[in-house]
């Protein structure tokens, strides 16, 4: 898909003075006559000349070994995260806002994963995500030859050919790509600009369209009582169908331009009578069977088939008149496409049902969302793209470059490409595509636009071979005929679908498909209901579909919409259903039984799936019965009217896989973010899916693994639970609260900050504990929280349960090395490796997660050396806290504010403004103001000092200690990296 729809309008807006683009075109040209020589080059052999070449010569960049001092594309850029290099980046005021992958001309697919895990555009993306987003949005991916441009979003992009580009694409070229362009960002402001406008007119056309909408609906009812509203609501429906196919049929040439104006002239000059809708009645009954006199072909399909009823409605004239002139003025076939319809039809909808019942939300009963347009292309790219690029590979299709040497006379290897083209085409046609919950029909649209595409793929290659051309004319609706299902629930929603195909494939004096036995309406998930084997017994002949994709319906059983008698009927009937009923979970399992053996699947569900244990035997159901390919977390706010966090779910059912990919969504883009071992994925599916164990994970798990384990050396016990905290814990002495008692708040890395005073009335307490346990020498570990936090006391402080007590069981092994090695970074990583946190809220440490945590010999060697660095970090720690407490003093204020408590990391100025608000003081002049800085600059600058000084020792120390943790399982650098940079 096009970044952008007209490329001359770019041109005029990012275009510089033609003479400087001819002087760069002439380089161009110049490249051009090393065609043969770069055919042959090796990719690392040309990637400098290649960036000197185009981005030098040709475009206008600076390299960094041309101008070490004043430069803006580098090459080989390490990027933060992996420390893995990109082949180039463009670099605007010392940012990275772009990034360039090479490849060599041996890649004739820069969309195909080679050896390696991933794409040459997929790999250039995971550069991308690993800078900063708020400059880094340019993607820049080349073979030599084709040269592609990227703004964030993988699936819109432009493509040039570099040896054949001619003047007037290289224009284009360069005005998307050149340094002054990139510089001040102007592709991107432009598309925003233009995406914006489009997001404006939409929504005009949807606040006209809705208003027109509703009035019809209220018309009809108040003229025709002898109908429902339910019926009304279907009357409605259809004739703004038939209305909108005729809007886009004056725009694109299958009607007269003035269709509408004419419907509406003719009833302003009728003299017997008829009403304005007996007008569009002709219209009506001619688009369905032709009208000479009209000049208006016959496009049947059932969209304008003859209804009776439909017929007799009475509708008064001025709901026809000036209102649909309105929505007649709008562009269908530029400003209003077919991809944004779908959002607008299902809201309409909504409008509509809120009118039939204000307590009845039917789009939330039937669990419809709207799926934005590059979820529907990532999900099909995936699912029905990789069948048809292996089906490619396995026939050879992509080394077709070459025109034949004889039209008239193929040699015997010419020949077999043109047979296996006509498989390919064969094997196209069999495809079976389904959305069991088809909604406005985005899964089927995007189906449809990806197998024309593939089509025209065949026929560009079959004219390198003979001269006689397929025709798209025919393939559209063999499409439709053969390849795309569809089913929902919602009979509006099943009609909003069959349009936008119809509206998608339309011709000029061709009858529309008849979609109604392959686009039908009925409850995909009762069979009794919809009979899958009888519906569409030409697929199942053959085994199943090939391709299940959609965006289910959410409707869990806690919102009340699933009768007794649904769930009765799903327990019996499926597998899945634990606990909880959800039926985006039954549409899982009634899908994978709906795919053939070689069939592939591709959702959008709640992340719920991957963990929750209500789906346990849903996970237990994919890893028996499918192959897991990838998992999509999307971001927040992909769906605007859903608020469940989403994956996107691709299965396969015959192709073992040794990894999962985990990749995330940002907004419109996707990017590649980690692999997980297969293995270590699915190995308790009934627990969760393992989601966050990485490849880097397994191999430093793998080097972690020891025969002994904190418990060994520690004893963990639960602390006490009073059961009541306001009577046994006072913030003063009393007679009764007599001991020092320490709470989750008070108890940090290596410091205890203040205590509260308890009553330890042993038979009154939920859970006392032993008192000895306290009075000695003893570690307290906070068990709230996702990081490990630890401390030793030897004061006699008691706990409350919020925090574990540890106590020492080997005297070889002192108190404070244990309290390094639970505070140390690789412990806390491997705590949350191991055990990572089901919930957010509340996050809890597990007691016996943390007893089972390694210790092997090399660190118990660092005993007597970690404990020494634990007792000067306390120390170091104290101070700080004196030293700040005493600062906090000085200032006389009754609230200190956060900045405050941090002034050692803001400038004078920055304290002085926030002081001054704090004591809300306002100077009378300036002289007032300057005397109150003076009397605060040398208290701030000297605690200053000394605050960074200790803070800087606690830093080194606590990067010591991590060092001889990292030292005692042997970490390499990389290992180390990955663990310090946060995984």
């Not at 340094?179 to 406008?197: A, G, Y």
């Not at 409605?236 to 509408?260: M, P, S, V, W």
């Not at 498909?513 to 519906?535: M, P, T």
């Not at 007590?805 to 244990?818: E, R, T, Y």
Request: proline share 2%; glycine share 4%; charged share 30%.
């Amino acid at each position: 898909m096009n970044l952008f729809d007209d490329r001359s309008l770019v041109i005029k807006q990012i275009m510089l003075d033609e003479f400087s683009v001819l002087e760069r075109y002439n380089a161009l040209k110049a490249y051009q006559t090393k065609k043969n020589f770069i055919k042959n080059v090796k990719e690392e052999k040309f990637q400098e000349s290649f960036l000197k070449d185009i981005f030098v010569d040709c475009l206008g960049y600076t390299l960094d070994t041309q101008n070490p001092n004043n430069f803006n594309l580098t090459r080989e850029e390490k990027t933060k995260i992996d420390g893995k290099k990109a082949d180039g980046c463009i670099i605007i005021n010392n940012k990275v806002v772009g990034i360039i992958e090479l490849k060599g001309q041996n890649t004739k697919d820069l969309d195909k994963r080679g050896s390696r895990d991933f794409s040459p555009v997929e790999q250039a993306f995971s550069y991308l995500s690993s800078f900063d987003n708020k400059f880094a949005k340019y993607v820049i991916v080349s073979n030599f030859d084709e040269i592609r441009f990227y703004i964030k979003d993988r699936l819109k992009f432009e493509s040039f050919n570099l040896l054949e580009l001619d003047f007037e694409n290289f224009k284009f070229l360069h005005a998307l790509i050149s340094f002054e362009s990139i510089k001040e960002d102007l592709p991107f402001s432009l598309k925003e600009r233009s995406s914006s406008q489009e997001t404006s007119i939409s929504k005009k056309f949807y606040d006209d369209y809705s208003n027109f909408r509703i009035e019809l609906f209220e018309n009809i009812c108040k003229n025709n009582s002898a109908f429902t509203k339910q019926e009304a609501l279907k009357f409605t429906q259809k004739i703004c169908d038939r209305l909108i196919f005729i809007f886009f049929a004056e725009d694109c040439g299958l009607l007269a331009k003035d269709t509408i104006n004419r419907i509406i002239d003719g009833f302003s000059n009728d003299i017997l009578n008829h009403s304005l809708y007996d007008y569009y009645k002709v219209y009506f009954k001619s688009i369905n069977s032709s009208n000479e006199k009209l000049k208006i072909p016959a496009y049947n399909g059932g969209l304008f088939a003859t209804d009776t009823i439909l017929d007799s409605l009475n509708i008064d004239d001025y709901i026809l008149n000036e209102k649909v002139k309105t929505l007649s003025s709008y562009d269908f076939n530029s400003e209003i496409s077919v991809n944004i319809l779908g959002h607008i039809f299902e809201q309409s909808l909504s409008d509509l049902e809120h009118i039939i019942s204000s307590n009845f939300n039917k789009r939330k009963k039937d669990g419809i969302f709207y799926t934005p347009k590059f979820i529907t292309s990532y999900i099909l790219n995936q699912t029905l793209g990789e069948i048809c690029n292996a089906k490619k590979e396995e026939l050879g299709l992509n080394d077709i470059t070459e025109p034949a040497k004889n039209l008239k006379k193929l040699n015997k290897g010419e020949l077999k490409n043109l047979e296996n083209l006509n498989v390919y085409r064969d094997f196209l046609l069999n495809l079976k595509i389904l959305d069991p919950a088809c909604g406005s029909g985005a899964f089927l649209n995007e189906a449809l636009d990806f197998l024309i595409k593939e089509h025209e793929f065949i026929d560009n290659k079959r004219k390198l071979l003979e001269t006689d051309d397929l025709g798209l004319y025919d393939i559209q609706k063999t499409v439709l005929e053969n390849n795309l299902y569809g089913v929902d629930i919602n009979a509006e929603a099943v009609e909003i679908a069959k349009l936008s195909l119809w509206l998608r494939t339309a011709q000029f004096g061709r009858k529309l498909v008849n979609l109604g036995q392959k686009i039908k309406c009925g409850n995909s998930l009762v069979d009794k209901e919809f009979y899958w084997e009888k519906e569409f017994s030409e697929v199942f002949e053959k085994g199943g579909f090939d391709i299940i994709v959609g965006n289910p319906p959410y409707i869990s059983y806690q919102s009340n919409l699933l009768s007794k008698l649904d769930m009765q009927y799903f327990s019996d009937v499926y597998e899945t259903p634990y606990k909880i009923y959800d039926t985006y979970a039954l549409f899982i399992e009634k899908s994978i039984k709906l795919l053939n053996n070689n069939g592939k699947f591709g959702f959008i569900v709640p992340s719920t799936l991957l963990q929750n244990e209500s789906f346990c035997l849903m996970r237990e159901f994919i890893a028996k019965n499918t192959n897991i390919d990838k998992i999509v977390f999307c971001a927040d706010g992909v769906f605007n009217d859903a608020v469940v966090p989403t994956i996107i779910l691709l299965l396969n059912k015959n192709k073992e896989k040794q990894f999962v990919e985990i990749l995330k969504s940002e907004k419109d883009y996707i990017y590649p973010k980690s692999l997980i071992s297969y293995n270590d994925f699915i190995k308790n599916p009934r627990h969760g899916f393992n989601i966050s164990l990485i490849l880097m994970d397994r191999q430093i798990l793998d080097k972690c693994k020891t025969d002994e384990c904190i418990q060994n050396f520690l004893d963990i016990k639960e602390s006490i639970k009073t059961g009541n905290d306001k009577r046994f814990i006072s913030d003063i002495k009393t007679d009764t609260h007599t001991l020092r008692i320490v709470t989750g708040k008070e108890v940090s890395k290596f410091k205890i900050k203040g205590f509260k005073y308890f009553d330890f009335n042993e038979k009154e307490l939920k859970r006392p504990t032993k008192a000895e346990y306290y009075t000695n020498s003893k570690l307290f570990i906070r068990r709230v929280g996702k990081n490990l936090e630890c401390v030793f006391d030897d004061n006699g402080f008691f706990s409350t349960h919020v925090l574990y007590v540890g106590i020492q069981k080997d005297s070889s092994f002192g108190l404070k090395a244990i309290m390094c090695i639970l505070n140390s970074t690789l412990f806390n990583y491997l705590y949350q490796t191991l055990f990572p946190a089901k919930g957010d809220i509340f996050p809890e440490i597990r007691i016996g997660n943390l007893r089972s945590l390694p210790i092997n010999n090399n660190i118990k060697k660092k005993s007597n050396e970690l404990e020494s660095l634990g007792e000067k970090l306390m120390v170091l720690y104290s101070r700080l806290d004196q030293e700040l407490h005493k600062f906090y003093s000085s200032l006389e204020l009754d609230n200190i504010s956060n900045k405050i408590k941090k002034f050692y990391t803001i400038n004078f100025d920055e304290f002085i403004k926030e002081l001054q608000k704090s004591k809300k003081i306002n100077f009378k002049n300036k002289l007032e103001e300057r005397n109150f800085k003076e009397q605060w600059q040398g208290l701030f600058e000297r605690d200053k000092t000394i605050a960074i000084n200790l803070e800087k020792q606690i830093l080194q120390m606590q990067a010591n200690i991590d060092e001889i943790i990292f030292d005692s399982f042997e970490l390499d650098k990389d290992e180390r990296e990955y663990i310090l940079n946060g995984k």
